[in-house]
């Protein structure tokens, strides 16, 4: 028998949380005993012999250990729900950080481009003016550079087409 937390987080979708039940087939109906057996009077264990007294005693202490191993367990139950939650919550806040900063790349480049594109036409221009051969040569060097600079930080704004919809 499997237990599912479902565990919502800031960003994209939830994350599922599946807990199995690994007690045995035969034990999983087993009803708990009524009375504790910690809970017999001093009185009437005076009353037992040495062997009994022994034997009430390892009970007690098996019936302890279990306790305990079943509070650590829901103390690890609770400490991996925690894991999971802040390890869902770190990734949301990653992918978040990746979004704005590959954002804010591109709106650099594009604005540098743009500024790297409009002087190289001012170069051009006053090359053509003046009509130097070799300053209109290198201004239409800068030129293409820009252009190319503008093309390479266009094709980064855009999604690119092959990539699934599955991958995040």
Known sequence: MAENYEVEVEGEGSTEIEIVDDTPEQDRNAT???????????????????????????????????????????????????????????????KEK????????????????EKELTEAERLYKEALESQDSERILNAQKALNVAMRCRMIAWSMSRPPMCASPSDD
Do not use: C
């Open 32 to 94: 708990p005993l009524k009375s504790d057996p910690s809970e017999i009077p001093d009185d009437e264990i005076k009353q037992y012999s040495e062997n009994v007294k022994k034997r009430i005693q390892h009970l007690k202490h098996g019936y302890h250990d279990e306790r305990r191993a079943k509070e650590e367990a829901q103390r690890e139950r609770e400490a991996a729900i925690a894991y999971a939650k802040q390890i869902a919550d770190e990734n949301a806040k990653l």
């Open 98 to 113: 990746l979004t704005t900063g590959e954002s804010t790349l591109i709106k650099t480049m594009q604005f540098a481009t």
